[in-house]
């Protein structure tokens, strides 16, 4: 039922609402996260965020991150799109869409999704600045934290 | 032991670009049976592998591209990724 792609491309929010939810009259509600890139780090400029990924897990832990979403909630559809690539401040990142009847599991699913995602999904992010330097974004204990208070994990090796 | 399968070694983000390579094919070495015994073997290549990899806190691990701890199975014929913790979304 999930759809999870990875793409170069940016994706366009309404496009991919409409492939979840057309000819469907059971839907009562659609939780939507989109990622964007800030044009800022901590406090430098910005000029581009670089997305590596590891290609052939990737689909994989989307789907199995979005399983559990459907395990968890009850879902009428999920829709999982990633970027990778070169991207620029304001340019969208990573979007997520998770349908049901019913306003509270999919706003839950929706948050489940993105937090699960930053911690489970074999993504880094490199940042290049202004000044000519690039980073490695370092992973953060807050995002470990948000991931974790949905319990149940092997969150501690991912 | 080895079946004569190699392994397939793949590393992301700044461990690839520490140690200046992607992917190798590698004949799992004698007393290699582990995550961690292979990341011990690939520290004696010299200081930047050593360097890199006792950072044991920062480098995580898949094989067969799933997540996997220090002591996880790495036999003949398996796909083995090096990579830091993840930063998407």
Redesign the interface.
Same mark, same amino acid.
């Given at each position: 039922m999930a759809d999870v792609r990875i793409a170069a491309a940016a994706f366009d929010v309404g496009s991919e609402f409409a492939a979840l939810t057309q000819s469907r009259t059971d839907i009562g509600g659609v939780g939507c996260f989109v990622?964007t890139v800030r044009g800022a780090a901590g406090g430098r400029a910005l000029v581009a965020l670089t997305?590596?990924?590891?290609p052939?897990?990737t689909e994989?832990a989307l789907a199995a991150i979005a399983a559990e979403a459907e395990r968890r909630w009850d879902l009428l559809g999920c829709r999982l799109v990633?970027r990778v690539g070169r991207m620029v401040p304001g340019d969208p990142?990573?979007l997520v869409l998770a349908a049901s009847a019913h306003r509270q599991s999919a706003l839950e699913a929706t948050a489940f999704l993105?937090d699960w995602? &930053?911690?489970?999904?074999?993504?880094? &992010?490199?940042e290049s600045f202004a000044d000519g330097t690039e980073t490695?974004?370092?992973?953060?204990e807050s995002?470990d934290e948000a991931a974790a208070q949905w319990g149940a994990d092997?969150a501690a090796?991912? | 032991m080895s079946d004569g399968r190699p392994v397939r070694i793949?590393y @992301?983000?700044?461990l690839r670009e520490r140690l200046g390579i992607g992917e190798e094919q590698i004949e799992l070495p004698a007393g290699v049976a582990t995550v961690n015994d292979l990341q011990l073997w690939l520290r004696q290549r010299g200081p930047a592998w050593d360097t890199v990899f006792a950072m044991s806190r920062t480098v995580?691990c *898949?094989v067969n591209?799933q @997540? *996997? !701890?220090p002591d996880v199975a790495v036999n003949p014929g398996d796909e083995v990724?090096f @990579? /830091? /913790?993840?930063? !998407? !979304?």
């Open positions: 990622g997305l590596e990924h590891y052939e897990m994989r990633h990142i990573v993105i995602l &930053k911690t489970r999904a074999p993504f880094w &992010k490199k490695w974004v370092d992973a953060r995002d092997q090796i991912c | 793949r @992301f983000a700044w995580r *898949a591209q @997540f *996997a !701890g990724a @990579f /830091p /913790p993840v930063t !998407g !979304g």
